[in-house]
């Protein structure tokens, strides 16, 4: 029994797109949700806690997803229009969130944690607006994912 060893794959690293708008964008909306995840742990708020821990999971797939260069392996989605529905999403939750922990925080962590969470909305709208400039759907599916690295 010999295992096949010749059929090796590799993975393609995309350091630029960390250095590109969307990259720091993501990069920041990332620390930010980190940031309120701590002041909301500080707080001891598990709702707050819970969503904060998700938007950040979910972030973090998505960046790994575009530094891997996956999204042009599995095509079977249309990933910049799955992150322009998230960030949406997640920009008008966070808002609400927020909003709801800046009003009615009894703990310092939960204020700032709210803020915190503003900036993060304040983000992921930026983010959103620009996926939302950069897709077009006259345009073929490699074209559009090619603009993904600027």
Known sequence: ????????????????????????????????????????????????????????????????????????????????????FNSVFAAVYFVVLSLMAVITYTFTGTLVGGIVGLISAALLCMDSYTLFRDITFNRPRSDTQSQDNK
């Open 1 to 84: 029994m010999s295992a096949d060893h010749s059929k090796v794959t590799s993975m393609d690293m995309d350091t630029a797109f960390l250095k590109s708008k969307r990259g720091i964008l993501k990069t920041a909306e990332m620390a930010t949700l980190f940031v309120a995840f701590v002041c909301f742990a500080v707080g001891s708020r598990p709702n707050y806690i819970a969503a904060t821990v998700l938007e950040f999971l979910i972030t973090t797939l998505l960046l790994l997803l575009y530094m891997f260069k996956l999204n042009k392996r599995l095509t079977f989605f249309f990933w910049p229009l799955v992150d322009l």
